[in-house]
Each structure stands twice: as C-alpha cells, then as structure tokens.
C-alpha cells in the first residue's frame, strides 16, 4: 500500500487471523489473540490463567507440579512438642496429611535416649531412662531415697538400692554381722 517495493512491511500479522497464546499446562487453557489491523491485539480471549495453589491435586498455578507451596498456606501438623515444632502437612492426593518425614530426630515411638522429645508429646525420653541410686560410700549399694532417672549411669550412682547405711562402707547388705553393736 505504501509503494515501498515490500509487503506489508510494517504489519506483524493478517488482519483477521488468530493465534494461540497462553499456557496449557495444568488448570490453564490456553485461548485466541486475533489479529487487528495487522497488529495482534494483546487480549487472549477464552484463556483460563494460572491462580494460587491449593491442596485439591490439581496445578492450579499452572508450573507442571501440584501443591507446591506457592499458594494456600501450609497447616500445622497435628503434633507440634519437641521435635515437632513449626513442622507442617503435606498435601498428599489431595488432601492435608500429617508429614513428620523431614523432621530431624522424630521418632513415631520414642527410642533413643537424647534428652530430646523425639515422639513430640510433651514427654521426654519416657520408658527409655533408667532409675539410679545414689552411692556416697561407694560400696555399690545405693541409698533408696536419693535416685536420678538417666539414660547413662551417673557417675556416684548405682542400680542397686539396697544400702541401709549410705555413709559407711562397711555397712551394706553383703557384709558380715558381726558382734559389735551395729
């Protein structure tokens, strides 16, 4: 139209064509553009955009991955002692699940004796520790009213409690009775 020698020369498309714009990955659907006076229009007609992720197992935000934090906040697991705490769900086929697999330390039942609350309720080291007796003479029989629950014998302490004279060697339940008053 110009006399230029070249065809429509400052024209990026047909007037009256259509394209495809948007995405089709996940929830999205990509729609039309149409061509107008031989520029594309810029609107993207009948397109279904990306919006914020959420638990339903769909990719609503249209990245190719479903549930991936960027969108609905994440809920609390339900046990937040210990070890637990600040640890969240995991969106598992749709739904919220309690997800403690990258928690360090749990322990669906506490067995290991750390002094951590690794079974996250509110108890530490339950049925793990050990009852000591403590031991002044060092006779290897304990006093039965000075103990300390530990997972590890203490130093000064023993297992026995059977010492009826804690501050004497020499009296204890292995020892000879002998004629002098005691």
Do not use: F, H, M
């Not at 914020?52 to 479903?66: H, M, P, R, V």
């Not at 006779?139 to 000064?156: H, K, M, R, S």
């Amino acid at each position: 139209n110009n006399c230029n020698g070249t065809i429509d020369d400052k024209c990026d498309c047909v007037s009256g064509t259509t394209r495809s714009c948007g995405s089709d990955i996940g929830e999205c659907v990509s729609g039309t553009e149409t061509c107008i006076d031989g520029a594309w229009s810029g609107v993207c007609e009948g397109e279904v955009v990306p919006t914020a992720e959420i638990c339903d197992g769909l990719d609503n935000d249209c990245n190719a991955s479903t549930a991936d934090g960027s969108g609905e906040a994440t809920p609390p697991n339900s046990l937040q002692e210990g070890v637990c705490i600040g640890s969240a769900q995991s969106c598992t086929a749709g739904e919220w699940t309690d997800d403690y697999s990258g928690v360090s330390n749990y322990e669906a039942t506490e067995v290991t004796c750390d002094s951590l609350d690794n079974d996250c309720d509110a108890e530490t080291d339950e049925g793990l520790k050990t009852t000591y007796y403590q031991d002044l003479d060092t006779d290897t029989y304990g006093n039965l009213l000075v103990t300390q629950d530990a997972c590890i014998q203490p130093e000064g302490y023993v297992l026995d409690a059977t010492d009826c004279n804690d501050a004497d060697i020499a009296i204890n339940p292995a020892a000879a009775d002998v004629c002098d008053g005691v």
